[in-house]
């Protein structure tokens, strides 16, 4: 059975760093792409990053600040956040697919999220 489960979420202040990690079970992890998506209250969920075998991509909103990797041997994908703000206050999600896809639809395996909060 295929199985995403998120960490790393918690309380920031602004500017400050989390590392979440998206720990796979049940399927072999080069064999997919791994998204993240995030949903703010109120809010459409919306993609933020993606990583697969030969591509990795970001929202125009965490590009410079957030970095994807993926350690194929533990698993587990990460989505290393710096400079965070406010906006990026959110439920994180990730989710595995065929290809990278900024379409949830598109996606599988959800995990149940981690909540990251951005606030002074």
């Known amino acids: 059975q295929l199985q995403l489960v998120e960490s790393g979420g918690g309380l920031v202040q602004p500017g400050g760093s989390l590392r979440l990690s998206c720990a796979a079970s049940?399927?072999?992890?080069?064999?997919?792409?791994i998204g993240w998506f995030r949903q703010a209250p109120g809010k459409e969920r919306e993609g933020v990053s993606c990583?697969?075998?030969?591509?990795?991509d970001y929202a125009d909103s965490v590009k410079s600040r957030f970095t994807i990797s993926r350690d194929n041997a533990e698993s587990t994908v990460y989505l290393q956040m710096n400079s965070l703000k406010p906006e990026d206050t959110a439920v994180y999600y990730c989710?595995?697919?065929?290809?990278?896809?900024?379409?949830?639809?598109?996606?599988?395996?959800w995990g149940q999220g981690t909540q990251v909060t951005v606030s002074s």
């Open positions: 989710a595995a697919a065929p290809f990278c896809s900024w379409y949830g639809g598109d996606f599988h395996s």
């Open positions: 049940g399927f072999i992890l080069d064999n997919y792409a």
């Open positions: 990583i697969s075998s030969i591509t990795t």
